[in-house]
């Protein structure tokens, strides 16, 4: 496993030793030793989610204000563009986000540590996305920043517009919404 910290360091993308032949492939998704010593820390999950989305589908980007939940994302279907963005005010990358590339083909995982928002765009006809995360759904400290806000300027590999739900499309701006310390 081939750990790469991201332009925000605390980001991980994690890509699996792959052994393939003839017959097909093999690799280890996920293994708790291996990860909390790639991590630095001792990480629980608690909750995984598995969604299928269609191309141009734009999910997020989410967080939860309490009860905040780290998430080890991938693609076992497809490819989306993966976007996590900093909500810790007192971080230096505050505001900032990154993007990634996931697909079934390149088997790339990132860790996102609470703290973050998160979201995806479908970039294939379909994408199933995967995630742990570490602590359970709470609708009620659920949030939702605006995918497009121009103070993240998030560089979408988009053609129009994006297929967002109803809480997606009404979600707030960087300077209106709740913040981690």
């Known amino acids: 496993m081939k750990v790469t910290p991201l332009a925000i360091p605390e980001i991980l993308l994690i890509e699996p030793a792959v052994y393939g032949d003839d017959r097909g492939f093999f690799f280890e998704s996920f293994n708790q030793a291996r990860f909390n010593e790639a991590v630095g ?3 629980s999950f608690v909750q995984d989610n598995h969604s299928k989305s269609a191309k141009g589908v ?3 980007l989410h967080y939860q204000i309490r009860q905040a939940q780290g998430k080890l994302v991938r693609v076992v279907e ?8 900093d909500m810790r005010k007192s971080s230096s990358t505050f505001g900032k986000w990154i993007g990634e590339t996931l697909s079934a083909e390149n088997r790339r995982q990132v860790w996102i540590p609470p703290g973050f928002a998160h979201g995806f765009l479908v970039l294939s006809q379909t994408a199933q996305f995967l995630y742990k995360t570490t602590d359970f759904y709470s609708p ?3 949030r939702s920043l605006i995918w497009n806000d121009p103070a993240l ?4 590999p988009l053609d129009g517009q994006p297929a967002l739900s109803a809480k997606d499309a009404a979600a707030t701006r960087l300077e209106n919404a709740d913040l981690f310390p």
Request: hydrophobic share 50%.
């Open 78 to 85: 497809g490819e989306v563009f993966d976007v996590a963005v």
């Open 41 to 43: 820390a001792d990480i």
């Open 153 to 156: 300027a998030i560089n979408w």
């Open 140 to 142: 009620e400290h659920e």
């Open 58 to 60: 734009l999910r997020g």
